[in-house]
């Protein structure tokens, strides 16, 4: 299995910009694709990004498209977010997670089996 651990949330104004990271560990990091989901108080856990196994394709979530970067470096085991013109809506608890080995993009949260704990972005108005 993998585990993934997030890093770089925090307290931005609006139309600022985050770069969230998230680091793999466990078994062949390029055998998994990577999504990440952001979950704010009260709301269903949404689909914000993914991208496939080695990094050729990408999605993402309606409301993030043109603001928001996925990328990934497979031999650091690493997956980041460029997070730009950041807006109040934006805030959330971001995570990333991975399905099984070998199972392609999902944006349903029930497709993933390995979660990070999670990151809080706040971006204040």
């Known amino acids: 299995q993998v585990q993934l651990v997030e890093s770089g949330g925090g307290l931005v104004q609006a139309g600022g910009s985050l770069r969230l990271s998230c680091a793999a560990s466990?078994?062949?990091?390029?055998?998994?694709?990577i999504g990440w989901f952001r979950q704010a108080p009260g709301k269903e856990r949404e689909f914000v990004a993914g991208i496939s196994w080695g990094g050729g394709r990408t999605y993402y979530g309606d409301s993030v498209k043109g603001r928001f970067t996925i990328s990934r470096d497979n031999a650091k085991n690493t997956v980041s977010l460029q997070m730009n013109s950041l807006k109040p809506e934006d805030t959330a608890v971001y995570y990333c997670?991975?399905?099984?080995?070998?199972?392609?993009?999902?944006?349903?949260?029930?497709?993933?089996?390995?979660w990070g704990q999670g990151t809080q972005v706040t971006v204040s108005s």
């Open positions: 997670a991975a399905p099984p080995p070998g199972v392609g993009l999902s944006t349903y949260p029930a497709s993933y089996d390995y």
């Open positions: 466990g078994r062949t990091f390029s055998n998994y694709v």
